[in-house]
Structure formats: C-alpha cells, structure tokens
C-alpha cells in the first residue's frame, strides 16, 4: 500500500482528473469519496439544503432518497409519480414555482425500474430556478451515455463505482459546481466525512479529506484506461447497442416494457411480465444450469417484472449468450 498524503498518491490523484472531467463534461474537479453513492447524496443535502429540499422519485433508490432527505433533519417534499413512469419537467416546474425549495434531487436512470428521465428537459427547467441546487445520481447511467455536468448546469453530478463503471464497491464519484461550492461554504453543521468544503482544499493538493480506499482508485485508473482505449463515443455505442439487443429479445419473446417508450434506460431494461411466468423459478434455473444472476424485481414489483443490466464490461457476446440461457431456462 502507498501512503494517501504521499507523492505516489497524488500523482495517482491528478492522473486521472482529466480523464474523469471529460467523463463528467466539467471543468470541475471531480472529488472521490470512500463510501457509496448513499454518502454523497446524503453529503449533497447536508452541504447544499437550508431551506427545503424536493425529491423527484420514481422506484426505490429516489424514493428513498426522500427518507434520507427527512432522516438527516431537511424538510422535504416528495414530487412522486407511478414506479415506472418518468418525472416530467413541466411537473418540476410546477412545485418548484412555490419557491420552497432550494435543492432537487433527481435519480437519472432509476435503477429499480429502468426508468430514463428526461435529463435535458428537466435541466432546462431548472435554469429558471438559480436558487435551486440540482443534484443529480448517475449511479446506473455514468458512462454509458452523455450527461455533459456544466452544459446542463448541474451542481452535483454523482456515481458509484459497482454499477456502470463495473468496479467493485467502496467508492463513490463525484463533482461540484462553483456556485453549489459557495453554497457549501455558507451551510451549518455539514459534518466532516462528505464536507465539500474539506473536499475542495484537499483536492487543491491532489487529496482526499480522509483515508481513501486506494485500491479501488487503482482500479478505477485501469478501468479508465479501458474506457479511453475504446473510446468514450464507441462506449456510449456499445452500451446503445446491447440495450437494442435486450429490447430485440423482450418484444421477439412476446414481453412488454415496465417503462414507456422514450423513457427506457439504456443501461438495463426492467421487463414486465405480462406472460405471467414463475419469474423466481426461472432465475433459479438459471443460476443453476447457467451461473448466470438476473435480478427478478426490485420491492414491490418483485415478480411483476425482472432486469437484464447492459451496463459495466458486457460485449454482444455475453449479452447474447445470456439470453439464450435465459431462452434454454424459460418455464413454459
Ligand atoms: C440509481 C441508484 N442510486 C443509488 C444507489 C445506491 O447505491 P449504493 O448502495 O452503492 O450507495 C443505487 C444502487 O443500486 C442506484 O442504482
């Protein structure tokens, strides 16, 4: 192991900086933070909400957000629609005009049920409302499609490192605006652990605040070599593209999607099964004959739908050879 406040680390930190603004589309810097996605957009709300915050949520991990939101003390409204229809901009507007809110919280590609919300609609809106934070999770999304940070305006762009990246768990990504920056330095009792305020010094001496997992910031410079080595536009490609091969699959085996179309993440797809079959019965056949995991519905819609992912390493080869197990597997 190297030292974290040594010169080996910092060259490791600065190394990748701008390999990960391009991947962010900022000029920012883009913080690394030991912990998953959860601590950064818990940190988010406690750096950047005085007044109150609004939650758009629409599946677990958003709808989630609002209790955490109310469980780190904010006052918090929650902007919910159905679990598999997107978050409509017009409908951002709509309770953001009450002038409540100084922060937004919004779930780009809401895992849990594949759902893509309009990004560039809502970002749009949000420029009619400077006071407003935008803080936005790409957990599920980051990498596999553009979200430019600055051309959208958003002030906390976030990710992981387990899910679209496909790195082991521990680390969380994540990039600031300057104004949410001043915000930052301005908020009460913000902790020290997800500080932005600790994160901008150290980040001045290519550091972290505290102890960061290191290992995981060595994989994540091997995996960014990957993603330059195949080009950051033929990523975005590929993944499209698998995601067409899952789509080709669900409407040729009689299924329907659990989200409308326009709004389908390109990352997974989150089936619904309108065939009716024994989704636990299946996955378990499939683990078995094939080793193969496929998840068979998030919560509530557990059974009612399941997700093949598209997202992280996979190539038209194992997608296709997993739909083909799942084609061998498929209870009559
Ligand atoms: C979109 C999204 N946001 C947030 C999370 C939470 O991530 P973590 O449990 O790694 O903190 C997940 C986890 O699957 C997710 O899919």
């Known amino acids: ?61 958003s709808d989630k957000w609002f209790d ?14 159905e679990w598999g229809q997107p978050i409509r901009a017009e409908q951002v507007r709509e309770k953001l005009s009450t002038g409540e809110f100084d922060a937004f ?72 605006s300057e104004r949410a920056q001043e915000r930052a330095a301005t908020i009460k009792d913000r902790g020290y652990y997800f500080d932005f305020v600790e994160f901008a010094k150290n980040q001045a001496e290519d550091m972290t605040p505290s102890t960061p997992v290191i290992p995981l910031i060595n994989a994540l410079a091997s995996k960014l070599d990957d993603i330059f080595s195949e080009g950051v536009e033929a990523r975005h490609a590929r993944h499209a593209s698998l995601n067409a091969m899952v789509h080709e699959w669900v409407k040729a085996r009689g299924f329907e999607f659990f989200a409308p179309e326009g709004y389908r993440s390109r990352s997974l797809t989150c089936v619904a099964n309108n065939r009716n079959v024994d989704v636990a019965a299946w996955i378990k056949a499939l683990r078995e004959k094939h080793s193969f995991i496929i998840d068979g519905g998030y919560g509530k819609i557990k059974g009612k739908t399941f997700r093949i992912s598209n997202m992280g390493d996979e190539t038209p080869e194992t997608i296709s050879t997993l739909l083909a197990a799942l084609d061998d597997t498929l209870p009559s």
């Open 1 to 61: 192991m190297i030292g974290h406040r040594g010169g080996e680390f910092k060259k490791l930190y600065a190394s990748i900086q701008p390999r990960l603004q391009t991947l962010f589309g900022t000029q920012r810097p883009v913080f690394l933070s030991t912990s998953s996605a959860w601590g950064v957009m818990e940190g988010a709300l406690r750096n950047l909400c005085a007044k109150k915050v609004l939650n758009g949520m629409c599946g677990a991990f």
């Open 68 to 81: 955490v939101s109310k469980r780190c003390g904010k006052d918090a409204a929650a902007l919910q629609v």
């Open 105 to 176: 919280t919004l779930i780009h590609n809401e895992t849990s049920c594949g759902i893509l919300n309009p990004l560039a609609e809502i970002a749009a809106v949000m420029r009619d409302f400077p006071e407003v934070m935008f803080i936005v999770d790409t957990v599920s999304s980051f990498s596999t499609q553009p979200v430019p940070m600055d051309e959208l305006g958003i002030d906390v762009l976030l990710t992981g490192s387990q899910k679209a990246l496909a790195l082991p768990p521990g680390l969380a990504l994540f990039a600031v």
